[in-house]
C-alpha cells in the first residue's frame, strides 16, 4: 500500500513539475505574442487614421471646389437673362442657371434664388416681368414645372423665416406675364404660426440672412430638440480625450488658415459665400452681393440627404474605410447623418450608400479621426469611429506561429508527461522484479541449503537419500533457468545477445525439452502431452535458445493452470504449408483476457490475475520468449483455447542436409 501511495506521490510531483514548466514556457511567448498582435493592430489603427485623413481632404477640396465656383459665377447669372456676351450686342442670352431640370453642378439642388432689399424673392429659373416665356422657347407646360419649383424654393424659404409671406406675394403679382395655375405637383408651403404672420412686412428680409449663421448653434440645437436631427455629438460615445485633441488642433488650423477675401469687381462687390442649415433641414449656400449701390443676396437651395451622400457617402465607399468604419456627419454639433460600416457579408458591388436618418447612432466605437471642413462648410464636421479593424498582413502568420506554440507546448508537455509516466512505471517495474528475482532466487537456495545440511548431519536415511538427491538437482535446476534468464535478459538489453544457429531436427530439439521440464511438470502433479506429425523437420535456430523458449513456456502453463481440473500440459508439432513449422503450448486453465494478450509479451508485465493470486514470477519470461524468437526468425501468439490458453510458436525450415549436399555437388558437377 505504501509503495502504491509513493507512486502516486510520484506521478502527481510529475504533472506538477511539468505543469509548471509549461507554464513558464507558456506565460512569455503569450505575453510576446499579445505584444505583437497590439502593435500590428495600432498599426492597423494609424493606417485606418490616414486613410481616413485622406478622404476627408478629398471631400473638403470638393466642397471648396464647389464654394469656389459659386464664389466665381457672375451675379447676372441669378437673372433669367444674362447680359450679352459682347458689350456692344444687344442680345441678351439665357443664364445657365435658368435650365430646366437644374443641372447636377450641386447635389440635391432645388434651385437658385435672388433676394432684393425690399424681401422680394425671383429666380432665374422663371423669365422677368414684360418677358415671354414662349419668346424663350418655354411652354406652358415646362413654364408650370419651373414655377412649382419657385413655390416650393419660396415656401420652404418663408417657412424658415428668410423671405416675409407679402413681399412674395407681391413679387408674384407682378412677375407673372400671364396667370398660370398652380400645379398639383407644386409643394405645400410650409406653415407658420398666427404670431409670425402677423409680425410687420420687412422684418425678414436681407437681415434675416445675416442672423442665420449668427443663429445656427442655437437653431441645431432647438432642431435637436424638435427630433429633426439624430442627436447631439456631446451625446455620442466618443474618446473625450482624443476629441479635444483633435479641436484644439482644429482651432489652431482655423486661426491660422486665411480666411477668404471680398471680391470687388469694380462696380460690383461679391462677398464670399456662406453656408447655412434651416429648420427644415434644408442647406442653404448663399452670397451678399452689391451692384450698382443695390444689395442682394443670391444663393442655392439644398436638400441635405441627397447633398451628404452624394459628395460624402459616394467618396466613403470607394475606399477600405466602408467596411470597417463608421462615419457621423455633424453641423455645429447636430448629427445630421451617419454612414454605417458595410458588414463582410454585404455584395460591395452592388451596394448603395445607407444614410442612417433614424435610429441611435452608429458612432458607438473607438474615436478614429475628426475634422471640420474648410469655410464656407466649417459647420460640417467628419467623426470616423472604428467598427472593426482589418487584419494586418502579418495577423495570419502570428495567428498560425500563435497556434503551433500552443500544439508544440500542449503536444510537448503532453509527451513529457508521458515519458515521465513510463520512467516511473519501469522504475516501479525493475522495483518489484528485484523484489521478485530476489524471491525467486531465496526460494531455490533455501532448499538446496536445507537438504544439503540434513545430507551432512546424516539425518536421512539410506532410502531418502535419493529424494534428497534429486530435490536438490530440481531446485538447482531451478535456479539455473531463472538465472539464465536473467543473463539473456540482460545481453539483449545491450545488445550482446550471441545465438549459435544450427540445422537439428525438430525431434531432437523437442526431446531436449521434455527431458529438462519433465520431473518439473511431474512434480507439480500434471501430465505431459507430446504430438507431432513430422518429427524429421529440420529447423535452424540455436538449440540453448530453443529449449528455453519451450521451457519458459511449460513453467508459465504450470504456474497459472494449477488450479485446472484437466491438469495437463500438450505440446504438439505442426508443419504449414508456407514453409513455416509451428510448435504449440497449452493449457487447460482460466486463459488470458483478450484485452491483455498484446500486453504478456511486454517486460515486467504481469496480469491481473497474477497480482490478485500472488502467482510467483518476475515478470521477464514472454518478455524473453518474444525477443528470443524474433531473434531467430520467428514469431510467437496467444489464443483462447477454451479452457486454457495456447502459445504458439513459427519457425522457418531449414533445407535437410542431404538436399543442401546434392545442391553442392550438382554445383561442382557443373563448374567442371
Not at 439624430?230 to 482644429?250: F, I, S
Not at 466613403?316 to 455633424?330: D, G, M
Not at 508544440?408 to 528475482?437: E, H, K, M, N
Request: aromatic fraction near 6%.
Amino acid at each position: 500500500m505504501r509503495r502504491g501511495s509513493d507512486h502516486d506521490r510520484a506521478r502527481n510531483r510529475l504533472r506538477l513539475g511539468i505543469g509548471l514548466f509549461v507554464l513558464a514556457l507558456a506565460a512569455p511567448s503569450l505575453w510576446l505574442v499579445h505584444t505583437a498582435y497590439d502593435q500590428m493592430k495600432w498599426e492597423s489603427f494609424r493606417q485606418q487614421q490616414l486613410a481616413a485623413e485622406g478622404l476627408t481632404e478629398r471631400i473638403d477640396q470638393t466642397l471648396a471646389a464647389l464654394a469656389r465656383a459659386e464664389d466665381r459665377r457672375p451675379i447676372e447669372d441669378y437673372d433669367f437673362l444674362a447680359p450679352p456676351a459682347d458689350p456692344a450686342g444687344t442680345y441678351r442670352r439665357r443664364s445657365p442657371l435658368s435650365e430646366w431640370p437644374p443641372g447636377p453642378t450641386i447635389p440635391g439642388l432645388l434651385g437658385w434664388f435672388q433676394v432684393a432689399a425690399d424681401g422680394t424673392l425671383s429666380s432665374p429659373l422663371v423669365p422677368e416681368a414684360g418677358s415671354s416665356p414662349a419668346a424663350h422657347g418655354i411652354d406652358p407646360a415646362d413654364l408650370a414645372q419651373r414655377q412649382a419649383r419657385v413655390q416650393q424654393i419660396q415656401g420652404i424659404l418663408v417657412g424658415n423665416r428668410l423671405v416675409e409671406r407679402d413681399a412674395q406675394a407681391r413679387a408674384s403679382e407682378s412677375d407673372s406675364p400671364e396667370p398660370v395655375p398652380a400645379p398639383a405637383a407644386a409643394a405645400p408651403e410650409p406653415e407658420r404660426s398666427v404670431s409670425m404672420l402677423d409680425e410687420a412686412p420687412n422684418r425678414l428680409s436681407q437681415s434675416a440672412f445675416e442672423g442665420l449663421a449668427a443663429n445656427e448653434r442655437l437653431a441645431s440645437k432647438s432642431a435637436a430638440d424638435k427630433g429633426q436631427t439624430l442627436g447631439r455629438v456631446d451625446d455620442l460615445k466618443l474618446d473625450l480625450e482624443l476629441a479635444e485633441r483633435g479641436r484644439r488642433q482644429e482651432v489652431a488650423a482655423e486661426a491660422g488658415a486665411p480666411q477668404p477675401a471680398a471680391v470687388n469687381l469694380f462696380a460690383s462687390t461679391i462677398e464670399p459665400c456662406e453656408v447655412g442649415r434651416l429648420d427644415s433641414g434644408h442647406l442653404l449656400l448663399f452670397r451678399t452681393v452689391w451692384r450698382g449701390g443695390e444689395r442682394l443676396i443670391q444663393g442655392a437651395l439644398i436638400e441635405q440627404t441627397p447633398f451628404l451622400e452624394q459628395l460624402i457617402g459616394v467618396p466613403l465607399t470607394s475606399t477600405a474605410l466602408a467596411r470597417t468604419t463608421h462615419l457621423i456627419v455633424a453641423y455645429r454639433g447636430a448629427v445630421l447623418a451617419g454612414f454605417r460600416a458595410e458588414s463582410p457579408e454585404d455584395d460591395y458591388a452592388g451596394r448603395a450608400t445607407r444614410l442612417v436618418s433614424t435610429g441611435p447612432s452608429p458612432l458607438t466605437g473607438a474615436l478614429l479621426y475628426r475634422a471640420r471642413m474648410a469655410e464656407p462648410f466649417g459647420g460640417l464636421e467628419l467623426i470616423f469611429s472604428v467598427s472593426r479593424l482589418p487584419a494586418p498582413a502579418g495577423a495570419a502568420v502570428i495567428g498560425w506561429l500563435a497556434a503551433t506554440l500552443a500544439l508544440v507546448l500542449l503536444v510537448g508537455g503532453w509527451l513529457l508527461y508521458r515519458l515521465g509516466v513510463r520512467q516511473l512505471d519501469l522504475i516501479r517495474q525493475q522495483q518489484d522484479f528485484v523484489s521478485a528475482v530476489s524471491h525467486e532466487l531465496k526460494t531455490p537456495l533455501t532448499s538446496i541449503r536445507m537438504y544439503a545440511e540434513m545430507l551432512r548431519a546424516g539425518f536421512a536415511s539410506e532410502e531418502r537419500k535419493s529424494t534428497y538427491y534429486r530435490f536438490i538437482h530440481e531446485e538447482s535446476e531451478r535456479l539455473s533457468r531463472l538465472i539464465a534468464n536473467v543473463l539473456q535478459l540482460a545481453r539483449i538489453g545491450r545488445d550482446a545477445l550471441v545465438l549459435e544457429p544450427r540445422v537439428m531436427p525438430i525431434g531432437e530439439l523437442m526431446a531436449q525439452v521434455v527431458e529438462r521440464v519433465a520431473s518439473q511438470v511431474e512434480r507439480a502433479g500434471f501430465r505431459l502431452e507430446l504430438s507431432g506429425e513430422d518429427s524429421a523437420a529440420e529447423l535452424l535456430v540455436d538449440p540453448d535458445a530453443f529449449v528455453q523458449i519451450l521451457i519458459n513456456l511449460v513453467d508459465n502453463a504450470l504456474k497459472f493452470a494449477a488450479g485446472a481440473e484437466t491438469r495437463v500440459i500438450r505440446l504438439s508439432v505442426e508443419t504449414l504449408g508456407n514453409g513455416r513449422l509451428r510448435v504449440s503450448v497449452r493449457d487447460f486453465g482460466p486463459g488470458i483476457p483478450r484485452d491483455q494478450r498484446r500486453r504478456v509479451f511486454q517486460l515486467f508485465q504481469r496480469g491481473d490475475m497474477a497480482k490478485r493470486q500472488a502467482i510467483p514470477g518476475t515478470g521477464i519470461g514472454l518478455a524473453l520468449v518474444e525477443r528470443l524468437m524474433r531473434a531467430m526468425g520467428g514469431r510467437v501468439e496467444v489464443i483462447s483455447a477454451e479452457p486454457g490458453a495456447e502459445f504458439r510458436l513459427e519457425f522457418p525450415l531449414a533445407r535437410s542436409a542431404e538436399r543442401a549436399q546434392d545442391l553442392l555437388g550438382t554445383g561442382a558437377g557443373s563448374s567442371r
